[in-house]
Nanobody, 122 residues
């Protein structure tokens, strides 16, 4: 298994959650890592991406100022801290990895975690 996502749950609006994406036995600093989400009836969309160097981070406009991606290279894990959650953040969240360059397109990512459900009630 390349990627293991966890941390989803049911929360109320304005609550926080932290998602984790582990890459067992493989470095998270040698690949581009991304978090995507897919709500029912909608296409999968990027939430945040971080370059392999960590020097470039992309946040979707809808999550800027509320979500933060961090990386623990020693644990081969990437985290998505989600604050001030809104009902519209409800979706299945996926972590993904690709080589080389940052991308906001899901089809360019080679490896995917299993998805973790985030449900935000109003």
């Amino acid at each position: 298994v390349q990627l293991q996502a966890s941390g989803g749950g049911l929360v109320q609006a304005e609550d926080s959650l932290r998602l984790s994406c582990a890459r067992p036995g493989r470095s998270v600093s040698s690949v581009v890592m991304g978090w995507f989400r897919q709500a029912p009836g909608k296409e999968r969309e990027i939430v945040v991406g971080i370059s392999w160097s960590g020097g470039s981070i992309y946040y979707a406009d809808s999550v800027k100022g509320r979500f933060t991606i961090t990386r623990d290279n020693a644990k081969n894990t990437v985290y998505l801290q989600m604050n001030s959650l809104k009902p519209e953040d409800t979706a299945v969240y996926y972590c993904a990895a690709k080589k080389y360059w940052m991308s906001t397109y899901s089809y360019e990512y080679d490896y995917w975690g299993q998805g973790t459900q985030v449900t935000v009630s109003s």
